[in-house]
Structures are given as structure tokens and as C-alpha cells.
């Protein structure tokens, strides 16, 4: 094969996005390292269990290591396989192909990272103090919270790390009841109710380590979204009023921000109504509430959290 012929089919690759830019597979790294962390340090030692393949590994992982030394990312790979070949078949090559890439560089890393964070946990973390054992809520939060930074760091590269988003968008397909998030969200709370089950003759009660489990995915939740829209959250401000040309001037002019009218009618007057669309970030809202006080006391306003903004003056977001 030719030069000239290897940088075509390169540069083909990368516009189907076969294959991905080099700050991705960095910031994918790092999200890898980061997880790991939280795998390895406080998962593991705990039997905390997370949502989608990876809990699914997890529980397996759990419950032969008094038998049998299986790498936890070797089993998170082997499941999500199937997964893999449906996604391409059914939904999209390039989707099916990053979160390939994602969950072998996921599943690596926590395998390669595991004997050092393993002996790191037990000299460092593992050591009773004077008041007993520590908490398990501690490892709980911390283990959340550094999970969820380091898949929202993934995210933020394009990628996923397991195959359970695919199953649920096949599903979301055939019935039309469930969103792809409830049936997620559904899905991940069988996976730890089930890890309760398997664990109910732990140490620990399984149920207590279930609860512990579902603080830890309401954590990761969070931890995710704050890498993928910050801290800065965003509004949507509508509002009625009948001196909309007074607050609209007012917004552009003291809050800097765009406004949109929109034609409305109150169907018990019968009046035709300027509905105010204004999008804005959070602490702008006071303000906004000051100016609309100060021109119509009577005006009706109502604030809603945006979950995603994209366009002049809001950052530009990325789609998996």
C-alpha cells in the first residue's frame, strides 16, 4: 500500500470516526486511570457495585474470587462482546466502535492498575483506627465521586465504557413507554438489588452494602454531569406579563442576555399574550427575578433547570 493511499484511508477512518483524534485517546486514558482508582481502591475492597456491565462484572468478579483470581476487566470486556456485535448490527458502526475502544482501554487499565492500587489500598487506607474500622460511607462517597469524574471524563471524549446504553436503545425502539434513561436507571437498580441477594451472606449484609451501592451511582450521577456541563448550571426563564417590551429591554440591557417572544393566549381571557423566553445561568436568576418584580409585580414567571445549551454564548456540547 502506498503512502498517499495509507493517509486517504486514515483520513477516511477519522471522518467516520473509526479512528479517534489523539487528545481523545488521552483524555479517554485519563478517564480509564481515574476509574481505576475508584475500582480498585474503594469498589473492590468494599464490594461496592455499580450500574450496567460493570456491575454485572463486578458481582461475578466478587463472587469467584474466593475460588478463582478472574481480572475484573477482563470480565467487563468478555460482556460487553455480544453487546458490541448487536450495536453494530442494529444501531451504528461508529457508536458501537467507540465504546469498543472505550471499554478496552477501561478494562486494561483496571486490570494493569490492580496489584498496585490493591497493595496501595491495604498499606495506606485499610488500617483500623482508634475508634475502629472506618466508615464505609467514606469509601462510599469518595468512590462515587472519583468513579463518576473519571467516566465523565470518557464521556467527554466520545466514548462509553460498557454496552448496557446500547441494549437500551434497541429497547427504547420496540416500547415506547420507557425513555433510554428510565430504562437505564431501571436496569442499574435490578443490577444492585441483585448484588444484595448474592452478598446475603457476607460480612457485610447484603443489603446494607446495596444501600451503600445506590449512594455511590447517585454520586457518580452527579459527578458525571458536573464534568459534562460544569458547575455552571443553566435556566430557562419563561415569563407573562403584560409590560413585556419594559422586561425584555431590561434583560438585554442589565443581564446581557438574549430574549425570545413567543405569541401566547390566555384561554380564560381570550388575550393575546408575549410569552418571554430567556436562557441564562444560574446565578443570573436573581437578577432576573428583581427585574421582573421592579416592572410587573403581577408578572408570572416560571424557572427551569436546561439541561444542555448549545449556541452564541453557551459553550458547544459533544454527542456520543
Not at 451504528?92 to 478496552?104: C, D, E, N
Not at 477501561?106 to 488500617?127: E, V
Not at 458547575?231 to 442589565?254: C, K, M, P, V, W
Not at 409585580?297 to 416560571?302: C, L, P, S, V
Amino acid at each position: 500500500m502506498t503512502k498517499q493511499k495509507s493517509r486517504k484511508r486514515r483520513g477516511l477512518w477519522h471522518q467516520e470516526g473509526i479512528l479517534p483524534p489523539l487528545k481523545d485517546i488521552i483524555l479517554l486514558f485519563i478517564g480509564s486511570l481515574i476509574s481505576a482508582m475508584a475500582i480498585n481502591i474503594f469498589y473492590v475492597p468494599t464490594r461496592l457495585t455499580m450500574g450496567g456491565a460493570t456491575g454485572i462484572a463486578m458481582i461475578i468478579y466478587q463472587v469467584a474470587l474466593p475460588h478463582y483470581k478472574i481480572p475484573l476487566g477482563l470480565l467487563i470486556l468478555v460482556l460487553n462482546i455480544p453487546i458490541f456485535i448487536l450495536g453494530i448490527k442494529k444501531i451504528s458502526r461508529t457508536f458501537a466502535w467507540r465504546s469498543l475502544i472505550g471499554t478496552v482501554f477501561f478494562s486494561l487499565i483496571i486490570d494493569l492498575t490492580a496489584p498496585l492500587m490493591s497493595s496501595w489500598f491495604k498499606a495506606y487506607i485499610d488500617r483500623p483506627l482508634q475508634t475502629g474500622n472506618a466508615d464505609p460511607l467514606l469509601y462510599c462517597v469518595f468512590g462515587g465521586v472519583l468513579f463518576g469524574l473519571g467516566v465523565g471524563i470518557i464521556f467527554r471524549a466520545g466514548f462509553t465504557t460498557g454496552g448496557t446504553d446500547i441494549i437500551a436503545i434497541l429497547i427504547k425502539r420496540k416500547y415506547k413507554t420507557f425513555s433510554t434513561g428510565q430504562f437505564l436507571m431501571i436496569l442499574d437498580a435490578v443490577i444492585v438489588m441483585t448484588s444484595a441477594v448474592i452478598y446475603r451472606n457476607a460480612t457485610e449484609p447484603g443489603i446494607l452494602l446495596a444501600m451503600y451501592s445506590f449512594i455511590a451511582m447517585y454520586l457518580t450521577a452527579k459527578s458525571v454531569d458536573i464534568m459534562l456541563e460544569g458547575f455552571e448550571y443553566t435556566r430557562t426563564a419563561y415569563i407573562i406579563s403584560d409590560h413585556s417590551q419594559e422586561i425584555a429591554r431590561r434583560i438585554l440591557a442589565d443581564l446581557s442576555r438574549g430574549v425570545t417572544s413567543l405569541a401566547g393566549r390566555g384561554m380564560y381571557t381570550g388575550k393575546d399574550k408575549d410569552v418571554l423566553l430567556c436562557v441564562l445561568s444560574s446565578k443570573q436568576v436573581p437578577d432576573l427575578k428583581q427585574i421582573v418584580e421592579d416592572v410587573d409585580e403581577n408578572a408570572f414567571m416560571i424557572v427551569v433547570e436546561a439541561r444542555e445549551v448549545l449556541g452564541q454564548g453557551f459553550g458547544n456540547g459533544r454527542e456520543i
